[in-house]
């Protein structure tokens, strides 16, 4: 649960930067989440009864972004984990043109 509280407040976040970044007048800006939104405190998991289409956005995975060549790329530390008491790395992806 403090994972879903920590998720919703970060894509909160950057859900405002992406509406920042269209308004300055990048209109294709569009963010892709980290794994699920949990914009809602309690979500349906089915994007047909999803409560806020508006704000819901899909993973960079489910785009077919490769997460971890991308986040390399650009010297980001990501690493498939061995243990859950492992540091996590999460990347949310804002895609401007």
Do not use: H
């Amino acid at each position: 649960e403090d994972n879903r509280a920590w998720t919703r407040k970060v894509c909160t976040g950057l859900l405002k930067l992406e509406r920042d970044v269209f308004l300055a007048g990048y209109y294709k800006a569009f963010l892709l989440f980290m794994g699920s939104c949990y914009i809602c405190s309690e979500c349906e998991g089915s994007r047909l009864s999803c409560k806020n289409l508006k704000l819901a956005r899909p993973s960079p995975e489910a785009l077919a972004i490769d997460v971890y060549a991308t986040v390399r790329r650009y010297g980001y530390p990501i690493e498939v984990l061995q243990d859950y008491k492992q540091e996590l790395n999460k990347y949310g992806i804002l895609l401007i043109e």
